[in-house]
């Protein structure tokens, strides 16, 4: 699972959102990274270094040796199904520089 990460990413996008269901009522939808750490996918976090603090925040209990991830809008923590693979390759500084905002 790939996750592209820039200044603007959402932390819904990680671990979900409630949405409307088709009966009139509101369901929570698993993000991809939660999704992800219950099946034990791969975990490619490009451009970590874009993140906002609060994406990067919420991956610090997964990353280190507890293997789980809490998801506030379930008050659940979820353990990793095995041992979670992820990567965080940055984008090159040089690259950084020669983006232009909009």
């Avoid at 929570?28 to 976090?45: D, M, P, S």
């Avoid at 979820?78 to 909009?102: D, F, H, M």
């Amino acid at each position: 699972m790939r996750l592209n990460n820039h200044e603007h990413t959402d932390i819904a996008e990680y671990m979900g959102t409630y949405v409307a269901s088709p009966g009139g009522g509101i369901t929570f939808v698993e993000g991809a990274l939660v999704t992800a750490v219950r099946q034990g996918h791969w975990i490619v976090l490009d451009e970590l270094n874009l993140a906002p603090s609060d994406v990067l925040e919420a991956l610090n209990r997964l990353l280190d040796d507890n293997r789980e991830l809490f998801v506030p809008e379930l008050q659940q923590t979820v353990r990793a199904s095995a041992a979670p693979q992820v990567s965080g390759p940055r984008l090159r500084r040089s690259l950084l520089l020669k983006r232009q905002t909009l």
